[in-house]
């Protein structure tokens, strides 16, 4: 009876010690961490394979490598703003204004000028702001005369000519009762374009606008 005792101990303590073996093979695989777990001493985690076996995790080393622009890639400088875009808005600002009233007499557009202490200096920009306004005026419903058009056309070996800025060549008289002009005003960012409609009998203005034109829209009229 001592002797089956004694085997029955036996037996229970080898049961344990291989319960305790199985809770730290265990207790590795849970936490990679773990001083006890032999294979995570590397890189400190276990990846899996598909058929339950577990090995050292290898992280895949990546090239930092730094991008470099090619010189053959596509660039340009092209924009797609216009003066157009620009005259359009400020058309609109006037016809706002004018808004209610009759304007029935017809305008003229005069170039727009710098502003300086003589208001007669201009250049291509005032120059296309007004053939601009022409359009934009004439586009929203207002009445424009042309006061450039000579009473004839000048025919010659250099072409057909319908305008002129002599006045000597001006044979009709233009029936003015508004004038468009304005004034330019220049930054290191670009121009600030100030436009008025003005009654050409009473000096009234009667509409305003007023717009910043950046370098890239002004540079292309260079």
């Known amino acids: 009876?001592?002797?089956?005792?004694?085997?029955?101990?036996?037996?229970?303590?080898?049961?344990?010690?291989?319960?305790?073996?199985?809770?730290?093979?265990l207790k590795g695989i849970m936490d990679p961490l773990s001083n006890n777990n032999i294979q995570s001493t590397h890189s400190g985690r276990l990846c899996a394979n598909d058929d339950g076996t577990f090995y050292t995790c290898q992280d895949m080393s990546v090239e930092n490598t730094k991008s470099e622009s090619h010189s053959s890639l596509f660039t340009t400088d092209l924009h797609f703003n216009r003066l157009g875009e620009y005259t359009e808005q400020m058309a609109a600002d006037l016809q706002n204004d004018v808004r209610g009233m009759q304007v029935d007499q017809p305008i003229v557009v005069a170039s727009f000028v710098h502003l300086d202490s003589s208001l007669q200096t201009t250049n291509t920009l005032g120059i296309q702001l007004a053939e601009s306004f022409i359009n934009d005026l004439?586009?929203?419903?207002?009445?424009?005369?042309?006061?450039?058009?000579?009473?004839?056309?000048?025919?010659?070996?250099?072409?057909?000519?319908?305008?002129?800025?002599?006045?000597?060549?001006?044979?009709?008289?233009?029936?003015?009762?508004?004038?468009?002009?304005?004034?330019?005003?220049?930054?290191?960012?670009?121009?600030?374009?100030?436009?008025?409609?003005?009654?050409?009998?009473?000096?009234?203005?009667?509409?305003?606008?007023?717009?910043?034109?950046?370098?890239?829209?002004?540079?292309?009229?260079?």
């Open 1 to 25: 009876m001592l002797n089956i005792t004694k085997l029955l101990g036996v037996l229970l303590l080898g049961t344990t010690l291989s319960a305790c073996s199985t809770l730290q093979l």
């Open 138 to 222: 004439q586009q929203i419903g207002l009445p424009v005369a042309d006061h450039k058009l000579m009473g004839v056309l000048d025919i010659n070996n250099k072409g057909d000519f319908a305008f002129s800025r002599d006045m000597g060549q001006f044979y009709n008289e233009v029936n003015i009762g508004y004038v468009l002009t304005g004034t330019m005003v220049k930054n290191s960012k670009g121009m600030v374009v100030n436009a008025r409609l003005i009654n050409f009998t009473t000096n009234k203005v009667v509409a305003s606008s007023s717009k910043f034109l950046p370098n890239i829209v002004i540079n292309e009229l260079r």
